[in-house]
C-alpha cells in the first residue's frame, strides 16, 4: 500500500497530472483524519491510535466488500464521485448492525488502464463519505493490470474498521417474539441488483438521460443515487441502547439478511403493504416481467435498513428515524415471511 | 460482506458444489482464529477483540493492496493456491516494516464469471499463509461482476490490520549516517515486475514447462514462487529493538522503498556486487534487453527485505537472519546510490 498522496505517482500517471491530483487528494484525505492517525511519512501502512478508545472492552468490526456492476453504470455516464459514496456507505452500514462505529477505511481502486479522472474523482467521493462518517481514510492503492479489467471498466473494494463496546454487540440475541420492525428508506437500488436492474434497462431500451413515470430524475441519477449511509440516525439510538437489533438490506434481500439476526425459533411477518417502494422498482418489475418474490429477493425494495425494537420503543424510536415506518413484527413461528 | 462459510453459496456457486465447499473453507478459516475473533453469526463484519492486546499504547497499522499481474500467470497454468500466499505475505511484509504483527486479514476477489475451483483455491493458500502469520482471516468477499473482468481472469484484493505499541513503531528515526544495511533474500519476482517479466517471456517464446539455466525448477515454478514472509525471523529482532528500520522491496526497487526510511541527509550506497541475484534477473534482463537500472527500478533483484542496524549490531543480526548479508551503509550524502 502507497500513501493516498503518492498513489498516482507509483502506478505511473503522468507525472505532472499527479502532482496537481497530489494536491487535491492529499487535502481531501487529510480532511477525514482527526489526531488518532499518526504521520507515518513513507511507510506502507496507515498508523491508527487505539490507545484511547472510550469504549469498555473495545471489539474491532472489520468488513471488506465492493460496489458490483453498479460500476458499469458509473462508467456508461462517466459519473464517478457517487461510487464512492456507496463503497463508504455500504461498508458503513455492514458494521453499523453490529452497533460498530466506524474508526477508518482503505480503498482498492483496479483498472486495466488507469484514467487520471476517474481515479481522484472515486477516491474524492471516497474522502466525502468518510468525513461524514467520522472515519478516517487511512490508505488505498491504485492498480494497473492490462489485461485482466475490459477496457474502461474497473472495480472498486473497500475496508472498513469500526469499534463496538464487547457488552453493546448487537448479534441477535436480544431479538424475541412480539418486537416490532421498522424500515428505514432506501435512496435507491443502493448497490445491489444492478446485473439485472442493468439488463433490463437495455433490453427495455430505456434512455438514461430522461425521467421515468413517478420520478422527475434522469433514470441515471435514480440508478446512480448514492448508497444511503443511517449511522448518523441510528447512532443515538445504539448509544442509549433502543435497538434490538439491525438489517442491512442488500444483496437477498429481506429474506436473506433480516434471517442473520433470528435466533432460532423466532421468525418476522413483513407487510410489503406498509410501504411504497420508489417507482424504479414497479418499473423494473413490470418491463422485466420480474415477479414480487424474486424482487424482494434482489432488491430492497425501498427499505434500506431494518431496525428491531421492543414494541414499547417503537413509537419514540419512529419519532427520532425520519421516513422510518413500522413494516412488521417478530413472531414465535420462526422464517421471514414478506407479504406483498 | 459476507462470512468466509457463505460467500460462495451467496456468490450464486452451484448449491450442492457450495455446500461442499463451505464445511472445507469454513475448517481452514476456523484453522486461522484465535479466542480473540469472536463468533458472529450471521453479522456482515468480522469481529476481533483487542480489549487484551499486550502492546503498550497500541496502534493499528492498516495497509490494502494486490497482486496485480502475477494473477495473469497464475490463469496462465492454472496454479492459484500460491497468489493467495502471495497476498497475505506481502501485507503482512508491508505492516512489519512499520513493526508491526498481524492480527487479522480479509480479502476480496472479483471475477467476470465465480469459478468454483479457482476462488476456493485462492482462499485456501490465503488462509494457509494467515495460519503462519498468527493472523485471523476474518471475513472476505468474493464478487461477480460479468463484464468488468476479462474471461477467466480475476482479481486478487487483501486489507491487514496489525498492531505496534506506539513506542515501537518503526518511521526512520532511527536511521543515521554509518549504519549497516543487510539484505533478505526474496523468493524470486515476489509480486512486482510481472507485466515486464510476462512480456520478456511472451516475446522470446520461453516455455513455463521448462527449467532456465541455473535453475532446475519449471520458469512457471520459478515465476510462481510466492512472496516470502520475513515475519518469523524479523519478530524476535523486533522485539530486541535491534532494528533501525526496514524497506520491503516492492515496485520502485531500492530507490522507491529504501528513500522511505531515510531521514532528511541520510543516504546509502548499495553494493549490488555483494549478492548473486537469483538466475531469473539475468534471463529478464538478456532477453528483455533491459539495463540494470531499469531492473533495479522495476524487480526486487533478489533481495526482499533491507534491515538498517547499527553496525555494532550486524554481526548478531546476520547471524539471526539466514541468508542475510551486508548489502550497504548508510552515509550522509542523502540519496539511495545503488553501485552495480
Chains 1, 2 share one sequence.
Not at 469498555?56 to 462508467?75: E, F
Not at 424482494?296 to 428491531?308: D, K, P, Y
Not at 425494537?309 to 427520532?320: G, N, T
Request: hydrophobic share 45%; net charge negative.
Amino acid at each position: 500500500m502507497t500513501s493516498a498522496a503518492d498513489r498516482y505517482a507509483r502506478a505511473g500517471v503522468n507525472l505532472a497530472v499527479a502532482d496537481s491530483l497530489k494536491v487535491k487528494i492529499g487535502e481531501l484525505v487529510e480532511s477525514t483524519r482527526g489526531p488518532q492517525v499518526l504521520s507515518n511519512r513513507g511507510g506502507f501502512g496507515g498508523l491508527f491510535d487505539v490507545a484511547a478508545l472510550p469504549e469498555k472492552n473495545p471489539v474491532l468490526v472489520a468488513s471488506t466488500d465492493g460496489v458490483g456492476t453498479k460500476l458499469k453504470l458509473a462508467v456508461a455516464v462517466g459519473r464517478y464521485r457517487g461510487v464512492g459514496h456507496d463503497i463508504v456507505n455500504h461498508c458503513v452500514n455492514d458494521i453499523l448492525v453490529c452497533g460498530a462505529r466506524p474508526l477508518f477505511f482503505l480503498d482498492y481502486l483496479g483498472f486495466g488502464r488507469l484514467d487520471p479522472v476517474v481515479a481522484p474523482e472515486v477516491v474524492a467521493g471516497i474522502a466525502e463519505a468518510c468525513r461524514v462518517a467520522g472515519c478516517a481514510l487511512l490508505g488505498g492503492e491504485t492498480a494497473e493490470m492490462p489485461g485482466v479489467y475490459s477496457e474502461g471498466d474497473f472495480d472498486l473494494v473497500g475496508t472498513i474498521v469500526g469499534v463496538v463496546a464487547r457488552e453493546s454487540i448487537l448479534d441477535g440475541r436480544r431479538v424475541r417474539p412480539g418486537q416490532t420492525l421498522l424500515g428505514l428508506p432506501s435512496s435507491g437500488l443502493h448497490t445491489n441488483g444492478y446485473s439485472l436492474a442493468r439488463r433490463i434497462v437495455a433490453e427495455a431500451g430505456l434512455s438514461l438521460d430522461e425521467p421515468i413515470a413517478g420520478d422527475a430524475r434522469p433514470l441515471a441519477e435514480i440508478l446512480l443515487a448514492p448508497h444511503r449511509s443511517y449511522l448518523g440516525e441510528l447512532r443515538p439510538l445504539l448509544q442509549e441502547h433502543r435497538v434490538c437489533a439491525l438489517a442491512h438490506i442488500t444483496g437477498g434481500g429481506f429474506e436473506g439478511n433480516v434471517s442473520r439476526v433470528l435466533p432460532s425459533g423466532v421468525g418476522v411477518d413483513i407487510d410489503a403493504a406498509s410501504w411504497t417502494p420508489p417507482p424504479i422498482f414497479a418499473l423494473l418489475a413490470r418491463l422485466g416481467g420480474v415477479s414480487q418474490a424474486e424482487m424482494h429477493r434482489v432488491f430492497n425494495m425501498g427499505v434500506g435498513m431494518v431496525v428491531i425494537v421492543e414494541e414499547s420503543e417503537a413509537a419514540r424510536c419512529l419519532a427520532a428515524l425520519p421516513g422510518s415506518r413500522v413494516i412488521g413484527h417478530t413472531n414465535a413461528d420462526g422464517g421471514v415471511r414478506v407479504r406483498f
